[in-house]
């Protein structure tokens, strides 16, 4: 299928009014959820997974991407409003956004977010289209020992850019993969780890995990918090940026997509990174660096394009091999399997109206957030002020009645309630969900790899060096490994050093 | 002066506890970790020609024993001081508890006294336990919320919630 034939196969599934309403919702609910603060993407698509068993299996991820890239956008309204960001990757908005407001350009703040992110995220969704049919092609040849060491390197690359300790966060995806063992075992019809425990002979459920530890625990860390939110009090005028405003953001927004799209694809990349070294890149390219977190526009423009071209990126891998670069894709790859289909190149062959109606979509999408964000704007302020204490209760019973609604039986509950005691135990001891989830999701299919790969060889582990492709994903990893030992060992030597001599 | 030395004790102090809790977590981890392995052998390791049904999980328990093993190691080697977070120091982490407590009492008491009961007094307890509250205000947003939630996915979404022995 060539790629214009399928533009307008996309174009036909995501233009009719069921679509676009779910594509609507999506993006409602994202931008909802990105104000919010207390619930990100992962718990919203988690919790709303269920609800999307009955309706096709493209609209479902039509409406679950929908609230990932709609949460990049309302995360930026609290970052230039309240300075509190709403998502993760809204973090660096704070910096220039807030003082932008400070400063009464509140409204050009929000302007060039959302105008950024539209630019951005349109045209990661064009790279998306062009990067993903020659990588699916060429996927297609890849075996069970190319796809073991790629999802290898992707879990490596994931604990490498984690936030602290990457032994913990390699920790944590062992304990994904161990969890993903529990249930009955594909290959021999043996039941594992069940603990004679029936509910648990289909699995832990992927749906209980993710609300528990991005739902549940996020409410109970943000609970210790006095959460003080000052919405700030300033008449939003004038969302047009003004021309010196766009010729300054100019370069910075296509900086950023250009950032955001490719630390997408990597595994573990994603949007927080990538609005990170945006920023970081145009402080650095800047004439005047030194006013960088002052309310300079430059310093919103760039992050918030970078996260949303990010998201574009994000669905390479998942569309064209079946692995997750993050663990938002980790949890639509779970939406896709539950509605029967097998993520990775086949997709693209057997099932091209998913690919193509979730692409076509995200333009679509786009422009409704750009409608949802400007001028609705005192809407979601007023949503900001919603205090924390009648909203909490509110995404608790959200979870609650989410989780029982799966089986219509409280395990499931009892699963996420004790995944959300995890959850904010890790937050707590200094350990990552992200690795966790995404090798919870990624654990059979890595088995199964494994054991096929073993199968083809005889036994020998050779295979995984012999191949070309494979010995350089593994290679990868193993050097991410060592590179996290080898300035460790070489600094306790120099303080070694230090005391003896 | 004092104040500096001050600061080196609470820095020190500091230290510990991330020794600690990192020492405490990773055997945890150890813990889980030999767990699996156990389970893995009772299923049955094979060969690596014919792997078992334990032998994937053997070698992800025992990586897993390893990477913790590593991990009190770097946190006794003192590696990481940078990072310190005074646990449950001025948080309000007795919030955050009770609002669990609630949660698996929930889940407890649903099948016995029903959605719309059981809901209900969750709710109240939650909107109560945050900040100061009326207990008015809360017993009539908590029955709003639960009225609205039954309204909304047993009537319209048709789930179906558990009745209690009181018939709903």
């Given at each position: 299928m060539d790629i214009f034939s399928g533009i307008l196969g996309g174009f036909a599934a995501s233009l009719s009014l069921a679509n676009l309403l779910y594509c609507f919702i999506g993006v409602f609910i994202g931008t909802l959820i990105g104000v919010?603060?207390?619930?990100g993407p992962v718990g919203t698509i988690s919790l709303l997974l269920p609800a999307?068993?009955?309706?096709e299996p493209v609209s479902a991820i039509i409406m679950l991407a929908g609230i990932y890239y709609g949460a990049m956008y309302g995360g930026s309204t609290t970052s230039i409003?309240?300075?509190?960001?709403?998502e993760a990757a809204s973090v660096?908005?704070?910096?220039d956004g807030y003082q932008m407001a400070r400063k009464g350009r509140a409204g050009a703040a929000l302007g060039i977010s959302a105008f950024g992110s539209f630019i951005a995220g349109t045209l990661g969704v064009i790279g998306l289209m062009f990067l993903a049919l020659p990588l699916a092609k060429l996927a297609l040849k890849f075996g069970p020992p190319e796809y073991f060491s790629l999802m290898c390197v992707g879990l490596t690359i994931l604990t490498y850019l984690a936030r602290g300790s990457m032994l913990k966060a390699l920790s944590m995806a062992l304990v994904g993969l161990l969890l993903s063992f529990?249930?009955?075992?594909?290959?021999?019809?043996l039941p594992r780890?069940?603990?004679?425990?029936?509910?648990l002979m289909d699995g832990i459920g992927l749906v209980p995990i993710a609300m528990g530890i991005f739902g549940i625990a996020e409410v109970l860390i943000n609970l210790e918090e006095v959460l003080r939110r000052e919405?700030?009090?300033?008449?939003?005028?004038?969302?047009f940026p003004n021309r010196e405003e766009w010729k300054r953001s100019k370069g910075s927004i296509l900086r950023g997509t250009i950032i955001g799209f490719f630390l997408g694809v990597l595994?573990?990349?994603?949007?927080a990174i990538s609005s990170f070294i945006s920023y970081g890149v145009e402080k650095k390219l800047s004439?005047?660096?030194?006013?960088?977190?002052?309310?300079?526009?430059e310093g919103v423009a760039g992050p918030e394009s970078a996260n949303n071209a990010a998201v574009g990126g994000a669905f390479i891998p998942l569309f064209t091999?079946?692995?997750?670069?993050n663990v938002v894709m980790a949890v639509l790859l779970g939406a896709l399997m539950i509605h029967g289909m097998i993520p990775g190149p086949m997709l693209l062959r057997d099932h091209p109206q998913i690919f193509w109606g979730t692409v076509t979509s995200m333009y679509m999408g786009n422009a409704f957030l750009l409608l949802l964000n400007l001028p609705l704007i005192g809407i979601w302020v007023k949503i900001l002020k919603v205090p924390y204490r009648i909203l909490f209760p509110l995404i608790i019973l959200f979870c609650l009645i989410g989780a029982y609604s799966l089986?219509?039986?409280t395990f499931d509950i009892l699963v996420m309630l004790i995944f959300g005691l995890a959850g904010y135990l890790m937050r707590k001891f200094g350990y990552e969900g992200a690795p966790l989830l995404l090798a919870y999701v990624l654990g059979p299919m890595m088995e199964q790899a494994l054991r096929q790969s073993l199968l083809i060889s005889y036994g020998s582990f050779t295979i995984f060096f012999t191949r070309p492709i494979s010995a350089v994903a593994l290679g990868l990893a193993i050097a991410m490994i060592a590179s996290y030992f080898f300035p460790f060992f070489k600094k306790r030597r120099l303080t070694v050093e230090e005391e003896t001599g | 002066m004092v104040s500096l030395s001050n600061h080196y004790r609470l820095t020190l102090i500091v230290m510990t506890i991330m020794k600690t809790i990192d020492t405490f977590s990773s055997l945890f981890l150890i813990l889980l970790g030999s767990l699996f392995s156990v389970g893995s052998f009772r299923l049955g390791i094979g060969?690596?020609?014919?792997?078992?049904?334990?032998l994937i999980p053997l070698g992800t328990g025992a990586l897993l024993i390893l990477f913790s093993l590593a991990t009190i190691v770097e946190a006794r080697l003192g590696?990481?001081?940078?990072?310190?977070?005074?646990?449950?120091?001025?948080?309000?982490?007795g919030v955050a508890l009770s609002v669990l407590i609630a949660l698996f009492a929930y889940v407890w008491m649903l099948d016995i006294l029903g959605f719309i009961v059981t809901t209900f007094l969750t709710m109240t307890i939650l909107f109560k336990i945050?900040?100061?509250?009326k207990w008015k205000t809360a017993l009539g947003v908590s029955g709003l919320t639960t009225a609205s939630a039954h309204f909304l996915?047993?009537?319209?979404?048709k789930c179906n919630f558990p009745r209690g022995f009181l018939g709903f």
């Open positions: 919010l603060p207390g619930i999307t068993f009955h309706v409003l309240v300075n509190i960001p709403g660096v908005t704070c910096l529990v249930g009955i075992d594909a290959i021999t019809g780890f069940t603990m004679d425990v029936v509910p919405v700030f009090e300033t008449k939003i005028k004038g969302l595994p573990g990349g994603g949007a004439r005047y660096p030194e006013k960088f977190g002052t309310g300079v526009i091999l079946g692995i997750p670069a089986n219509s039986n | 060969t690596v020609n014919a792997p078992g049904p334990g590696k990481r001081v940078e990072e310190k977070n005074p646990l449950f120091q001025g948080k309000r982490w945050s900040e100061k509250q996915f047993a009537y319209l979404l």
